[in-house]
């Protein structure tokens, strides 16, 4: 599948999902709209835009809103972008107002205010692409009260549609912004209702509210001019909500390259605004922070620092005359609407956006393999090596993709747990091209356990074609102030297989074939005095296959040292979901015991369960005369022979 038709698809289940969430009210809300109808004014800002800015007004202009006007400002291009808005502006209502220099976003927003004439005044960046619908809800959201002054859209990443760029944004304690539900999927994310700030790409302001606040600070080349009149309004008296209905998705254009450039205009806007809004109790606070986080900070880091604080020195008489000039904005920023933290960098903890690349995807995800990165959907974070094993962590929630070129019998994962429980993981595969996209087409819950490394196989009946494959942990486990990530797992591979081999009648631990016999819930291989065996979890399984009936197994196995004295042995037939054997080992000795056990099985392949309701840890030599060992452990097994 090329990435065209996949973003595609993927915005027929964003459609899906969101008729989901809120499908009847999403129509009261827009009727209401349409009827009031006030006159809206859309403001594209752009600067060498001639890639993007043709589709920017394209969608624009095909919106469903009657009543608006497009404004398009050109801040100085040396490229074709003026000559593309004018043609655009043959085609409707689209007024052109041009720069003759390039002199950055809040002076072209500025340029464009003067222009619009609308009761309600929105801005969309160049390389952001406006559903049919958006201005139709953005404008529903100013129903929700006469104080209502901004409107934050939602705004996805266009080559990752079902995953929110923000929908909104907070700062912290030392001014740092970050857009609220960056990089989550839309699936799970809970949308915030108020927000400090409007993201830039889809803004919307009251024209009543836009007269209160004053024009963008055009001292702001670009970065936190966004951030900057979020506070505004709410110092003005008015609110910010978010509109979690009103989507544009974001190309980006370069502009989230983290260059230099970028790094020096962020650090000295951000501290610009704190200056202009903090009180001037808290500055002080803020003062030590900043020192230290410079004196912490890397040599290249701490010179764009310095060079942040020359540029605030040498512009501070502005600074001080436009903190002059809000003193009569007296009300309070919410509390709630500003996160409590002083890092440095901010948000911490957060994955990092994901580009995938759906022509690149196979049936094999190997997190050892640099091109696995062009198969990951969201929430991996950066690829780390313990133990010289090449595996991923993920957050809550993740998604990677998969094409299956062949009908696949088993899927085979290895991954490591988080080193407290998070509730298991709950795995789920569905195919996005299917009549019914979003319902699974194979789910499972894998149990959190006392294991690092886990190898687990699963019978799974898919044909070919390419699946989503999502992962969701009940709670993260996190690490401060080491690790401030919210941790799900750490995937090493997964692999969906076409067929397999083992060896027909049982299982034996100490041969390599075994390897590929377990299901799940087993520890390492270790020796016992020349006898090989695995240690079960609290619940194990193994594959095995028979060539004719069976009316017995003689199982190998011994007991930990306690508190468990009974283990719960089934087997099911593979694809069945119900056993149709069962029997109980009782402890009777702490050696290895050989048991026959009576059964009768047809042929055919089976999954053998092993259960224990209480496990065994002895993290600790105090506790027993056995070595320490902060697994928790089940049954050991070493061989099961079918006759």
Known sequence: MDSQRWTAEQRKLRELMRSQRHGHDRGARLAGAAAASPLASVIVVCWNSADVLGRCLDQLLAQDYANYELVVVDDGSQDDTLAIARRAAARGAVHVVRSPLNCGCPH??????????????????????AAVDWLSNVVAAFDAGPDVGGVASTVFYADNPLVINGA???????????????????????????????????????????????????????????VDYGIRLWRAGYRVVVAPDAWVDHGLSGADAETER??????????????KHASVR?????AVHEAWATLRADTRRRRVKLRAMAWNARNLASTLAERRRLRHLTAQVPAQLVDRSWGDRFPAGLPPRRTPRPQSASNVLDMAEARSEEQLLYG?????????????????????????????????????????????????????????????VWSAHLPWRAMEHCRERHPVALTTGDYEVLFSVRRGWSDPPRDTRSLGFALERMCFEE???IPTGGVDMSSPAASGQLVCGWFAAEDDHGREFRWASAHAAVLVRLEREAGSALLTYRFPPGPNERVAVSARPLGAREAVWSTELVRRAPDWQEQTLALHLAAGEYVVSFDAPTTWSNPDRRDSGERADGRELGLAVAALAFG
């Not at 970028?262 to 200056?275: A, D, G, I, K, S």
């Open 168 to 226: 909104g944004g907070t700062v912290n304690r030392q001014g740092w912004s970050a857009d609220l539900s960056m990089n989550e999927p839309y699936e799970t994310a809970e949308l915030a209702d108020e927000a400090l700030y409007p993201m830039g790409c889809g803004m919307a302001f009251r024209r009543a509210a836009l007269e209160r606040a004053g024009p963008f600070d055009d001292r702001m080349v670009n970065y936190y001019d966004d």
């Open 282 to 286: 808290s500055l002080g606070r803020w």
């Open 380 to 440: 991996w974070f950066t690829l780390e090596r313990p133990g010289g094993r090449a595996q991923r962590w993920t957050g809550v929630h993740a998604g990677a993709l998969m094409r299956l070129q062949a009908p696949t019998s088993w899927l085979v994962l290895s991954y490591s747990n988080a080193p407290v429980d998070t509730g298991g993981i709950d795995l789920r595969i569905r195919r996005p091209d299917a009549a019914e996209p979003l319902l699974d």
């Open 108 to 129: 072209a927003r500025n340029l464009g205010l003067e222009r619009a004439r609308g009761e309600i005044v929105a801005f969309v960046d160049a390389d952001g692409f």
């Open 499 to 501: 067929s397999y081999e």
């Open 262 to 275: 970028r790094r020096l205009l962020c650090e000295r806007h951000r501290v610009r605004v704190v200056l």
